[in-house]
């Protein structure tokens, strides 16, 4: 290698090399407040050790199945959800838009006889078509987002209950394959594992491409034992689930289909321009605005997306009830879906988050609310318990965030 | 010394902030290779100017002339567009994201794939260039100090190749190393060809580097001078009076030496 590398030229910065250096590094991180997806680790293990004692049903692999089969509505809701997070801003009518998605698919493919697939999409538009009004209000009137989206949680409702009119409830054809979706398609288990062994395989080949480069380019790498552990941990923990899930029916196919939708934004807000404009607008918008990124442009995309995905979810979760009535979207839907972005480690202040705190988060929530059902608890008692939870999610942003401050890091 | 094409004129600029003139009647050319001081006192209107250049307040009145044809600098889009690059006084950073993304931000290589590599090489290449003492450029800006927050800031306005670039306060934070090798890095800006409209309240500086110094005075224009202009006809310009709290001061302090 000839002379310093150009990021190990300065002598004041330690370098962490290695398998021990990363370790360092990432404990580093933790004490300064950087938790990533700690708490979230910590929060599963000890809601697992709660639950499967007091009822080892909770374990079972065909409850995890379920779980995961109620998870995929809410947190393609969530989704959206970590999109206005991201920039600082909310959105409380995630419900309401699920519901009157739900509703809209009833009413134009049950009731009016439309193309299943059609259905789908006009309830999708509608959610992009409500995400804009939205955006157009913070652009233009510079409307709190959440006084607008307070105001459309009681207009969306409102829709949801007309379309609906007096019957209350549009039952989905049971043979239909949208309702199969939401209830028993299973992946085959070569699917399964073939999705379980694919991000380790390619987070190998990128790193080791990544590796190549940086090495070309004099930069330095984290190291070839780094990417392999990573990479083994994640494959080994991935088929360990699959293989757990295969005891029971399987990997639903309603799950496959959110983890594609988490893997398709993280994506996007990691590696593609649009994505860093939205941590920037998120961290400093007049900073991001005097560089030239049209921070109404980016506004208007998040709240488009967040919209939409709720939409989605609400067809999901239709899907899942083979009905689409006056309940959906109700109750606990908006709550559920934002504190499972906050739990995941999307930061409410805006600037920092991910696609997978979405995923990661939803299976807290989803976990604790499977957990009291089985121990037969009344959904006043539910209520009472993903509040609390919510509350202590934030409270531990709240801290990280000054921590965070304290150690010099945004 | 010859000079180069006319870049940027500026006349009857006028901004007005409710019941406030800001500035009034500016005018300002800026040709190719040629650094213009922007002086005078506190609420002059110098950082009006510069963000009225920069497209972030649009002026009340007046015209822009860029390179002899007439625009209108409704955004800061359409200023960067235009090839004019500016460092802001409170710098306009996004303390969450780390040096490579702040140096890239708006203008990231390859919008649908980023290419980390090689923005990070060409951040590592420019800010050797400027003699920056960045520890690393992964780590976001909030952990970086006052001065090393400058240097990034000053290496992000140098990444598009913009035709001039504005400084607003450029040395105020820096130490002494730090402030000569900006001040070497504006005359290797000159003689690149781009122009730079450079403002500061330390006179030793702007007489370092300046061709010509733009006197403002309450929002207006009060007199061009040059470097050899002496510090007590400045002074004279920027505070409106040969007899001022400088002068005064001065005069004291030799009294009491005498």
Same mark, same amino acid.
């Given at each position: 290698m000839s002379g310093a590398q150009l990021d190990r030229a300065d002598t004041r910065v330690r370098h962490d090399e290695g398998l021990s250096g990363a370790l360092r590094a990432f404990f580093d991180r933790v004490r300064s407040g950087? /938790?990533?997806m700690l708490p979230v680790f910590i929060g599963l293990l000890l809601i697992t050790l709660v639950f499967s004692s007091l009822? +080892?049903? =909770? /374990?079972a692999p065909n409850n995890l199945v379920n779980l995961l089969f109620d998870a995929a509505a809410i947190g393609l809701i969530s989704l959206g959800v970590v999109c206005v997070l991201l920039l600082g801003e909310i959105d409380l009518s995630i419900g309401s838009m699920s519901g009157l998605s739900s509703a809209l698919v009833g009413v134009l493919w049950v009731n009016s006889g439309l193309p299943m697939l059609l259905a789908i999409l006009g309830a999708v538009l509608a959610g992009a078509a409500v995400g804009f009004v939205y955006g157009f209000l913070r652009n233009? =009137?510079?409307? +709190?987002s959440f006084v607008a989206t307070l105001a459309g949680l009681l207009a969306l409702l409102g829709l949801q209950l007309y379309l609906l009119g007096a019957t209350g409830s549009i039952n989905l054809p049971y043979t239909s394959p949208l309702v199969k979706f939401g209830q028993i398609l299973i992946m085959p288990a070569w699917l399964s594992y073939l999705a379980a062994i694919l991000p380790g395989a390619l987070m190998v080949f990128s790193g080791l491409k990544t590796m190549k480069r940086r090495r070309d380019a004099n930069l330095s790498s984290p190291g070839l034992s780094v990417l392999l552990a990573r990479a083994g941990v994640l494959t080994v923990a991935l088929i360990g689930c699959v293989a757990y899930l295969e005891q029971g029916r399987g990997v639903p196919y309603m799950f496959g289909v959110f983890t594609l939708f988490v893997v398709a934004l993280d994506y996007a807000l990691r590696r593609t321009q649009w994505g860093r404009s939205m941590f920037a607008v998120g961290g400093n918008a007049e900073a991001a605005r005097r560089s030239g990124i049209s921070v109404k442009r980016i506004r208007l995309s998040a709240f488009m997306l967040c919209s939409s995905l709720a939409a989605l979810g609400g067809v999901f979760a239709a899907s899942r009830l083979a009905s689409a009535s006056q309940?959906? !979207?109700? !109750?606990d839907v908006n709550l559920n879906a934002i504190a499972a972005a906050v739990i995941g480690g999307t930061s409410l202040f805006g600037g920092r988050g991910s696609a997978w705190s979405a995923l990661l988060g939803i299976i807290v929530i989803q976990a604790i609310s499977n957990g009291l059902t089985l121990l037969n608890l009344s959904s006043s008692l539910r209520y009472m318990i993903t509040g609390g939870v919510l509350a202590i999610a934030v409270i531990v942003d709240s801290l990280a965030r000054r921590s965070r401050a304290s150690h010099g890091r945004a | 010394m010859e000079q180069g094409e006319l870049i940027l004129k500026l006349r009857g600029v006028s901004k007005q902030f409710g019941a406030v003139t800001a500035l009034k009647d500016i005018e300002l050319d800026v040709h190719a290779g040629e650094v213009v001081a922007l002086v005078g006192d506190n609420g002059a209107g110098k950082s009006t100017l510069v963000k009225t250049l920069a497209g972030v307040h649009q002026p009340t009145s007046g015209t822009i002339e860029w390179c002899g044809t007439p625009v209108t600098l409704d955004s800061p889009g359409t200023a960067l567009a235009l090839g004019i690059a500016t460092v802001f006084q409170d710098l306009?950073?996004?303390?969450?994201?780390d040096v490579v993304a702040n140096l890239f931000l708006g203008h990231e290589l390859n919008r649908w794939a980023l290419d980390e590599v090689e923005m990070e090489v060409r951040a590592w290449t420019l800010l050797q260039e400027l003699a920056a003492r960045i520890p690393s450029v992964r780590e976001p800006i909030a952990s970086l100090s006052g001065g090393q927050r400058q240097t990034v800031a000053i290496a992000r306005s140098l990444l598009l190749d913009p035709k001039i670039i504005m400084l607003d306060e450029p040395t105020a934070a820096l130490g002494v190393a730090q402030t000569a090798e900006v001040l070497n890095l504006i005359e290797r800006v000159r003689e690149r060809g781009h122009g730079v409209i450079l403002i500061s309240h330390n006179m030793e500086d702007v007489r370092a580097v300046a061709d010509r110094i733009v006197v403002l005075r309450l929002g207006q224009n009060n007199g061009v001078f040059t470097a050899e202009t002496s510090h007590q006809e400045l002074v004279a310009a920027i505070t409106g009076a040969s007899e001022n709290s400088v002068s005064r001061r001065m005069a004291r302090k030799q009294g009491e030496v005498a």
């Open positions: 950087d /938790l990533g009822n +080892p049903v =909770f /374990l233009k =009137f510079e409307m +709190p309940q959906a !979207g109700t !109750g | 306009a950073l996004c303390e969450n994201l």
